[in-house]
């Protein structure tokens, strides 16, 4: 059982940044990918970026790619997500969530899921 609690979501200006962390309780979280997910109001959760159990590789989706950066430190059990160039339609609950499988992009594939964290982008 991991449970994942996320925080650093807020209110930022286009162009700012931002950075989400998520914690995770648990002494297996090292065996867990992580990754993380957006739901923008009227819209279905979409996948952001992923990152492998030892940290070595990530996994970024296109409208992000370039400007988040996804790590984790797994002495302190927490993946973290670099939000830079925020555009306005960035604006969202972004989730954490850890998978057996690996760098998946996909809801179903993902295990455990945090309660989200509200990032919001003006214009």
């Keep these: 059982?991991?449970?994942l609690v996320e925080s650093g979501g807020g209110l930022v200006?286009?162009?700012g940044s931002l950075r989400l962390?998520?914690?995770a309780s648990g002494r297996t979280f090292s065996s867990y990918a992580m990754g993380w997910f957006r739901q923008a109001?009227?819209?279905e959760r979409e996948f952001v970026a992923a990152i492998s159990r030892s940290g070595g590789n990530t996994y970024y989706a296109d409208?992000?790619?370039g400007r988040f950066t996804i790590s984790r430190d797994n002495?302190?059990?927490t993946v973290s997500l670099?939000?830079?160039s925020l555009k306005p339609e960035d604006t969202a609950v972004y989730y954490c969530a850890a998978n057996k499988i690996g760098l998946v992009r996909t809801r179903r594939e993902?295990?455990?899921w945090g309660q989200g964290t509200q990032v919001t982008v003006s214009s």
């Design 1 to 3: 059982q991991v449970q």
């Design 13 to 15: 200006q286009a162009g």
């Design 21 to 23: 962390s998520c914690a």
């Design 41 to 43: 109001p009227r819209k």
């Design 63 to 65: 409208y992000v790619k």
């Design 75 to 77: 002495a302190k059990n």
């Design 82 to 84: 670099q939000m830079n």
């Design 110 to 112: 993902y295990d455990y």
